[in-house]
Every structure is written in C-alpha cells, then in structure tokens.
C-alpha cells in the first residue's frame, strides 16, 4: 500500500506509551520507513528514510556509545551521542547518510536504507546487538513502514463501499456550512454507496470501484457520513483511509484534519491542485483528532473531493474510518504496519501485502518478436500493467494473457488485492534490436539509453528515458543479446558548457524510481547515488583517457575525484529497433560532483544552522559559469558560485558566515603562519599541483570547486575538467610541457604564492607525491593499462567519430600524451624539490671552534658540503664535495627479511588487545619474511584461507619483540613493504596506518584501494620523531589487509632502525656556510643552509641544540 501521510511528530504520549505492556527492558527498533515520500520532514526539509526506537523500561535509556548499523559485521558503524530516552516514549533517527550525533540536534545516521531490504542493527557500546532485523527487514514501498505493532486491528467505523450523504455542489451552496455535524441536509442532496465518481470511455477506472455514478461534467462531491462511536474515550488510534482521484479535503466534526492536492481554503468548485493517478488506499493518521468524537450517533466526516483541471476523463472518491486499541506489545515481531506513526506508538498490522507480479522473463533484449507472461506471485491477486512507462493504478488494464511485444516496449506491472490495495510496481524492459547490433561485442561495458521514441534530449530540462548497462560475461566480452545487469529509468540532459554544442553529446543521468522519485543505483561497482554523468571525450582529448587519468591520480594521492569507468553507448530517441546508427561512442561513466558520503563528505548544512557551530560548515563552492538562475556572489576579490546549500536554499546569515570567513581567509593567505588557520595547505596545493601538472588552461579560473566543513578549514577540490590539457588537440594553450599554465597564480593563489611557508611545503609536497604516484612509471602503468583496455573500442569510436585514423591515431594520440607526461614531469622537477628539508639547529650565528650544528632528516640518506655548493648536481647525481651524514648513527632494530611471529587462521581479533606487549602470542606461527601469499615468491608462504564462504583471508596478524637499551630516546625510520594496505603498532600504541581508512579498522576492513603492480614491491619509508620506545622488551604488531574481496594475493616486509633524535652533529672548525639536502633513492629535498662565522672570540658560543 502507497501511504501519503501529514504527520506531525507530537511529545506528551507518556500517558499513551506507559499502557504498552512488554517484556523488554532494552531499547529496540520500533519501526522504520526506508522509501519516505512525505510521511515524515526532517530538518533539511527532505524526506529521508527514518529509524525509530522504542524504550519498553520504567527507567530512561541512555544511548552514548550505542550503535545504528546497515552491517552485521560493522554494529557500531554509526554510534550515539549522549542522548536518553524517556520511559515509555520513542527517539526518531534520521537514516540520512548526513552524520549528525549532536544532541542538540535531530539525529542522522551515515547510512541510508535501503527500500529493497537489508540488514539492520542496534548495538550496545560493546558491540553486540541489543536488537536487530536479520537476515534484513523487507522491501517496502513508498511510505510502507515496518516493525512491531502496538494496536489491535482495527475497527471499521466507517466500512468501505458504505452509505453516504452526497452533493455535486453549484454556486447556491458555496456559503453552506455543510461539515457542522448539526447542519441539515436540504433536498438537492441525495444518498449513495461509496466510491462516488464517473469514468469515460476508455480512462481504465475499475468499474467495480464506482458505486455511484455522478455527472462527467462536475469538478467537486461534497460526502456526508455520520457515524457512532461507543467508549471513544479508550480508543487508541484513529485512521482515514482513502480512495481518491484527483484531492480531498476531509473534516471531522466540522474541523479540517486531512487534506491532499488541496489548496488552503478551497472553494465549492475548486479544482485539485495536482493529478493523483495512483488509485491504492492512502492512510492518514488521525488519532490526534480523537478528542473531536462525541458519544453516541452525533458524529460526521465531511470530505470534499477535488478533480484535477486537466484529468476530466475520470474523478473518484472512496473514504472509510477506522479506530483501535493498543495491544500487548512483543518486541520480536516484526510485521508490515497499517500506517506509519513516527515518534508515537505504531499501529497494527497491515493487510496483507499484495505481491510482487513475476514475469517470464527479466528485462533484455529481442530480435523481431517475444511474448511475455505475468502472473501474481500471491494467488488471487489481480495483475495490472502498462506499456507507456506510467504506473499501474486499479484502473490500469487487467493482465488475461500472453502479451506480444514487437516493438522495444517497458513493461510495468503491479499486482491488486480484490479490495483495491496495489503493491509495488515492477518494470522491465524489452529492447528489440536490429540485425546489425544482434552480434555487437564489446570487452567494455556497454550503456543503452532508450527513450521510445521521445526525441532528442534537451539541455534542460531532464528527460524521460530508460537506461541499461550491459557488463562483460564470462567470457570476458559484453553481448546485447545476453542481456543487462542494471535497468532503471532515468531522466537525462545534455550537459556542459563550452561543449554544449559539441557532436558527441555529454550527459547528465538521474536515475529514479518507478514514481519519477530519486532512485541509488550503483553502476559497474560504484557506490550508489542517484546522479551521474556521460562523459563523452571528443575532439580535445581524442587519447580518450585526460579527465580519467587526472580523476585517478587525485584519488591516488588521497584526494576525492569522481570515480570512472569506461564504456560504450548507444542512444535511441527516434523509435525503432536499436541499431548500429545509434552507437555514439566511447564515453566515462562517471560520479556528479555533490555532497555525499561516498563523494564530498561533508556535513549537511540545514536551514535552521544559523549559528556555530553548524554555521561553520557544509558548504561546497564552484569557481564557474552560473547556472540558470544564479548569481553567486563575491568574497576576497573572486566570484563564487554556490553548489550546496544551492543558492536558493541558503539563507541570509549562512551567506554572510561564508563571505566574512573568506574574505577573512584572502587577507591572511600571504601570512607565513596565519593562513594556516583558515585553508588546509595540503588540499590547496595538491588541486594546485595537478592542474599545474596537466598546464590545465581553465583551471583554477573555471571548473574549480573548494568546501568548508563544520569546524574545519577551506579545502580545495574535488578536481574537475582536463579534456584541454597535457598537449591536446585543438587547443594550444597547453601544448608546450615547459612553462607555468595561464592560471598558475590566477584569483586567490597569486597572494598564497607570494607566501614563503606555503611555497616550502609546496616544494616538499611535490617531493613527496614524486616518489610515489606522480612517478612516470607509475603514471605510464596506468596509461598502459588503459591503452590496451580501450584499443578495440576506440577503434570504433573513431570510425563513429572521424577525428583520427581508425586504425592507429589512438595509439599515436596516447603515444603523444606520454611524451607530454615525461617532458612536464622532467620540467617541473626543476621547479621543486622533492623531500622534507633537512632541520637544522641553527641557520646563523657565531661560535667557537668545534661548534656541533645538529641536523635531524626524515631519511637515512643525508649529504652536505661546507663551501656553500649544492650536494646536488644540476643532473642528479651527488657532488663530489658532499659529505654523507650519519651512516654510523642508524641502528638496526628489525633487519629486512626478519624471522616474525604470525596468525593466519582467519581469527578476528576486534576485541582482542592483540598489539599490547602483554598478549600471549606463543600460540602463533614463526616466519621470515617476506610473508604474505598469493605471490609466489613469499619466503614464508601464509595460510589464504579454505572457507568457500571466505576463499582468502582479509587480514594477517604479524608480532615482533625486540629489545631496546639506551637507545629509547631515539627517533624511528620504518620502511614497510604491504599488499596492499597496513597499519603498524608499538607498544600497543598505533604508530601510523598504511594504505587503511579512518576510523576503527577490523579484520573485515579492506585497504583504500589494491595495490597496483608496481607498489607490491616497494618499501614505503615513514618516519617517526617521538616512537616512545621502552628499556627493555618492546613489540612491533602490524597487520595487513588486502585491497578487496577479488584480491587474491597479500604482502608484507619491514625494516626498522633507530635514529639520533637529537639530531646527527656536523662538527665546524671553520667558517663556513652549510648546505644539507635529504636524499631518497633518486630524490632530493629542498637545500638547507646554515652560515657560522668560527671565532676564538666569538660573542656567541652555542653550547645545544636548539630545535
């Protein structure tokens, strides 16, 4: 059943809730509602998804530390704040995915659920479950609310199809005040059975339906029922429930108390404001109005019935009253509810749920003809469906038989109760295909857009259509004939600015539900949301790979970029069979750019954060041309638009919190230390760098977005928009590899430029990305792999689109496109360094003879001179002159290849303080490394695991003691090799993690991302300056994860050594300046440079060193 409820959450129900007899004293899941359409506003204004909990105890329930979680493995996955229940009464949970545990405010979780079913869970502090709906609760509708009934079932106070005063009302009645319970009926009112209304020819209403008929020419009905209701004062609960086309206006007693596609004070022949289509029974709670009954027969609902202007084909009206008692409550059972109450004690349970209709067969594909059957999963259903892409009402045409489909059809069916109740409808697609695509064969995935026969997509707005994705079989190759993985309508635009015009079109994809609703899907692996884009590369990026490749190496470096998979499309807007004629292309299927848990996840700004701390944060800002309709504003001398809040959405003091905070933020960028305050540095110039790396001509002055979160500083990203870099074509501006970009200090970065903090940890931070992802093997690993990935697919994108030779201009554009790469990368190492610079104790001074300059250096590997040379050459290599520093102050603690203890059984340790020095590991398996499996080179092959629920083990336990004498004041340098993710102990305190998220990490965690290739074999060097060793025994506990369920291998070696922490002494006897680089394999750190002046007379004698 398809509810549409006004409900308003109330407080004062002790009295109601303390009559709930249970047997529970733990606070459990009342009810939920994951497909929210209405029933329940939060305080975004949105109608998220909603989780309420219910505390059967005589005493308040406190919640800090307790857990809301979408999985079973993860029971703390969203935890409390210091919030309490009351005795009796309910706390609601917005299942949102906004993260809200503030007390002060309505509460979010960082999920959101899922309308299909799932798992879900309350946990208590410790981690076990205090309630929970295992294997998962049901698929629900739109507003179908589940979980454990509080009343009995109800009584039909007003039955269906009963008697009812009625009226088609005319200009006489307009004054009458015909809801009063004491009005009296005049003659032209008449009487009649429920399920008023009249249908044309052909408009589909149920003729069963319609007891009495009126005029096709009328707009309005005015009802009449009086009702008895004995011992009112014990009712519990009070419900309309209502059959209507178009809206209604309901009264009880004379007093308005439910109202749908209505405006605010109608008059007698008003129309309905909206068309409702959808004939199924829709619930409103009443129960706040039960104060309104009267003993005895003196009782009346009034309902005005309201057609809609442009539906005159059809108009209905079918209302019926029912009340009850509140029962027995037993919080274990779980049952579909009649109406959904959040925040009050749940009602009983519903009638039974119609099913879902079953089709022979599942959306796909045909080459001339099919038929189809459909059949009622629960016998004695009624089977109702549509071929124009509307939803099936009661009205809809009956299924009696196999329906032959010749033409590409979608197909939407629902199943109906004898009485009327439709459940949820189901859509398939049948897309004929002609002769000349029944072989197509493609390694990529390939995307289908229908939209029978609708016509060209515009840029706006949003069209109708239908989407299928098709994936690679087993074989490796996608087939049309085969089938897809995903179908789900959508609504779709052109989209892009400068490329509106362009050929190959880009697009903008909204999937949705089968009632035009936002739908999550989550195509080719990515994390579900709703919006997505086309990307369709054309005559600027014909290597097909710019925008992909830049999102890729963001997200390498630990910035967010979209994520991407590439594809072919075809579009079909004329009619017809899909044919080869409709193939656009290779395109990236790709994320929208938006506020999301699994985008930019940043907290929710609502309307009512007008003061801090929500003012603080939760917005998202785009440097770009407006939208339709927007303005933007301006702060710190640059002109912004608004993403989210969307412009419309924010209100006066948020504008005016984020203009001050910027224009704030502008005057104290080119201060060495203050800017810190206000920008986090890294996030700048990693979006800085790689737009700068590509010599991206738009970047920085378009295309660029930034945020601010709740409490935290201004970051730039997510990036955006390379089709017009690296050397492309038809676009000069970055055709050279040698030189800044255009935009190099455009807008804000000309003054943080001008800021020497900023530009020293630019310089280290280019050092650090490197060596690592911006190292042109690993830059070319990723080409490469692309490069034969889409080889046969670009080929037909070129044939389509003749912008190179078919044959071999894909391969000459990539070849181009490293050859820009190597010669951007070789020019800007010239402009940085690449490491940290070492520190020293003093840059300046005079001292005595034998003075010691203390240098401590994130490497083992440092060089100086004392004549004021370079250690560096200008082509690399180490000036002869140079001295290296320290080779005897590194003392091995843990050699390569060291013998380690180690558990590979597959044993969670979650809650086992397993990296204390304490633990008894004696139990444990003994190893050298290299250990890991899945490799084959391993020194000690571990366990992988022979569950076939589990093939390979996610995670393996390593321990290692070690002593430590005198040496515990010293600094650590840890060269760690993981596959693919790690996180490294000391003492039981974390040291630092590897490769692994935030937050609690569990043996079913995986890595961010697999390692590729070429990182399995790389000893990752990471210094510690404070590891806070202990005399005597001392233990390194690491564990390793590998990157997915598909990861089939895991790695792991480690190095460690104690460094001077008071820094390594270069002794001078003379004047001399002092320049000191780290090195690290072929990289080198930006010089430092001390001057001393050496006297036996000097006024200053240095005696320490003074870090």
């Known amino acids: 059943m398809r509810l549409k409820l006004p409900i308003t959450i109330l ?60 999985e079973l493995e993860s029971p703390l996955k969203w935890t409390f704040p210091d919030v309490s229940i009351p005795p009796g009464e309910f706390l609601l949970v917005h299942a949102s995915g906004n993260n809200i545990a503030d007390p002060r405010r309505p509460l979010h979780t960082s999920f959101r659920l899922s309308r299909a079913g799932e798992f879900l869970g309350l946990a208590k502090p410790d981690g076990n479950f205090a309630d929970k709906y295992t294997p998962g609760f049901p698929a629900l509708n739109d507003n179908q609310s589940y979980g454990v009934p509080m009343m009995e079932a109800p009584t039909e106070v007003i039955p269906v199809h009963s008697t009812f005063s009625y009226l088609t009302p005319a200009s006489i009645n307009a004054k009458e005040k015909w809801t009063e319970t004491n009005f009296k009926l005049t003659s032209n009112w008449s ?37 008895s209701i004995k011992n009112q004062n014990t009712l519990d609960y009070l419900i309309l429930r209502i059959q209507f086309d178009d809206g209604f206006i309901a009264y009880l007693n004379g007093e308005k108390v439910a109202t749908f596609n209505s405006i605010e004070r109608p008059k007698y022949n008003s129309y309905a404001t909206n068309d409702n289509r959808d004939l199924s029974f829709f619930d409103f709670d009443l129960t706040n109005y039960i104060r309104l009954l009267k003993p005895g027969e003196n009782n009346v609902l009034a309902v005005h019935a309201l057609n809609h202007r442009t539906e005159r084909n059809q108009f209905f009206v079918m209302p019926t009253l029912l009340a009850g008692r509140i029962t027995a409550l037993d919080s274990t059972k779980q049952v579909f509810l009649s109406t959904p109450t959040p925040g009050r004690p749940n009602t009983s349970q519903s009638p039974p749920q119609p099913g879902d209709p079953v089709f022979s067969k599942q959306s796909g594909s045909f080459p001339s003809s099919i038929s189809i059957t459909i059949k009622p999963s629960v016998e004695g259903e009624i089977v109702r469906y549509t071929t124009d892409g509307s939803v099936p009402t009661s009205s809809s045409k009956k299924y009696t038989s196999a329906i032959r489909i010749t033409n590409s059809t979608l197909v939407c069916a629902r199943c109906f109760t004898a009485d009327g109740y439709g459940g949820a409808p189901v859509t398939r697609e049948y897309l004929q295909l002609a002769s000349n695509v029944r072989k197509f064969s493609s390694n990529l995935p390939v995307v289908v857009i229908e939209n029978f026969k609708g016509g060209t997509i515009p840029s706006d707005p949003y069209k109708n259509a239908h989407m299928s994705i098709y994936e690679p079989g087993e074989d490796g190759r996608t087939k049309l004939m085969n089938g897809p993985t995903l179908d789900t309508r959508v609504g779709i635009r052109i989209r892009g600015s400068s490329s509106l015009n362009r050929a190959k079109k880009a697009f903008a994809v909204e999937a949705r539900d089968d009632f035009g609703d936002d739908r999550d ?34 997200n390498q470096i630990g910035r967010y970029a979209v994520r991407t998979r590439f594809c072919e499309v075809f579009v079909n807007t004329n009619g017809g069979a899909l044919s080869y004629n409709d193939y656009v292309g290779v395109y990236s299927f790709m994320e929208k750019i938006k506020r999301d848990k699994n985008r930019v996840n940043i907290n929710r700004l609502a309307p009512d954060d007008n003061s801090e701390p929500e003012i603080t944060g939760g917005y998202i800002f785009k440097i770009d041309r407006p939208d339709p309709g927007d303005s933007g504003f301006s702060a710190g001398g640059q002109g912004i638009k608004w993403l989210e809040p969307k412009e419309d959405d924010i209100t006066a003091k948020q504008s005016g919190y984020a ?34 790396f590509t010599k991206n001509p738009d970047g920085l002055r378009l295309s660029t977005y930034f945020f601010k979160d709740r409490n935290k500083r201004v970051e730039y990203g997510p990036v955006w928009d390379f089709d017009r870099t690296m050397g492309c074509d038809d676009d000069g501006r970055a055709a050279n590899p040698v030189g800044w970009s255009g935009s190099y200090i455009h807008g804000w970065w000309s003054r943080v430029m001008r800021n020497k903090s900023f530009k020293e940890l630019y310089a280290q931070r280019w050092g650090e990305v490197r060596g690592s992802v911006m190292t042109e093997k690993n830059i070319f690993s990723i080409i490469d792999e692309w490069e034969e990935l889409l080889d046969e697919s670009a080929k ?42 070492p520190l020293l104790s003093v840059t300046e001074g005079a001292a005595l003879p034998g003075f010691q300059l203390g240098v401590r250096a994130q490497s083992d590997e440092v060089y100086y001179t004392t004549d004021g040379t370079d250690p560096r050459m200008p082509n690399g290599d180490i000036n002869p002159k140079a001295i290296r520093l320290g080779e005897a102050e590194t003392e091995p603690i843990i050699p390569i290849n060291s013998e380690w203890k180690y558990l590979d059984t597959g044993t969670k340790l979650d809650r086992v303080d397993w990296t204390a020095i304490e633990y008894d590991d004696t139990e444990w398996k ?4 290299e250990l890991g499996y899945g490799d084959g080179d391993e020194a000690t092959a571990v366990d992988r695991g022979s569950e076939p629920s589990s ?72 210094f ?36 001077d922490s008071s820094g390594i002494p270069i002794t001078i006897d003379k004047t001399s300046t002092i320049t000191v680089r780290a090195k690290s394999s072929e990289t080198w750190s930006a010089p430092t440079t001390a001057s001393i002046v050496i006297s036996p007379s000097a006024a200053l004698k240095v005696t320490e060193l003074m870090f």
């Open 11 to 70: 407080t004062g129900f002790l009295w109601l809730a303390l009559t709930i007899t249970s047997e529970a004293t733990d606070p459990f899941i009342s009810e939920i509602v994951a497909a929210n359409d209405k029933s329940l506003k939060d305080n975004f204004g949105e109608d998220s998804d909603w989780i309420e909990l219910h505390n059967p105890g005589s005493e308040p329930a406190n919640l800090l530390g307790w857990g809301l979680s979408d």
């Open 191 to 227: 009487s009649g059975r429920s399920g008023f209304g009249f249908e044309k020819s052909g408009s589909g209403i149920a003729r069963s339906l319609i007891k009495t008929r009126i005029s096709t020419t009328k707009r309005a009905i005015w009802l009449r029922k009086k009702f």
């Open 521 to 554: 899907i989550s195509p080719l692996g990515m994390p579900e949301e709703s919006d997505w884009i086309l990307y369709a590369p054309y005559n600027f990026d014909r290597a097909l790979i710019r925008n992909a490749l830049v999102y890729e190496l963001s």
């Open 659 to 692: 203009r001050g905070y910027l224009n704030t933020m502008y005057k104290n960028l080119s201060h060495t230390t203050k800017y810190r305050d206000y920008i986090d540095p890294l996030s700048w110039i990693d979006h800085h760098m790689l737009n700068e």
């Open 796 to 837: 037909r994108n070129f044939t389509k689109w003749r912008l190179v030779n078919s044959k071999t201009g894909f391969q000459t554009e990539i070849k181009q496109l490293k050859t820009w790469i190597s010669g951007r990368l070789t020019w800007m190492d010239t402009q940085f360094d690449s490491i940290p610079s």
């Open 926 to 929: 003994r190893g050298k490394a």
């Open 951 to 1022: 093939k390979f083990h996610t995670t393996i336990y390593f321990r290692k003691e070690f002593q430590m004498g005198e040496s515990i004041d010293k600094s650590l340098l840890i060269k760690l090799l993981r596959d693919d993710g790690a996180a490294v102990y000391l003492n039981g305190r974390e040291l630092f993690r590897s490769n692994m998220k935030a937050g609690t990490i569990r043996y079913a965690t995986y890595a961010i991302k697999r390692n590729p290739s070429k990182d399995s074999r790389i000893f990752f060097p990471y």
């Open 1024 to 1059: 510690i300056d404070v590891p806070k060793f202990k005399a005597g025994k001392n233990v390194f506990a690491v564990e390793v994860h590998r990157g997915s369920r598909s990861d089939k291998d895991l790695s792991f070696n480690f190095v460690a050594s104690a460094l």
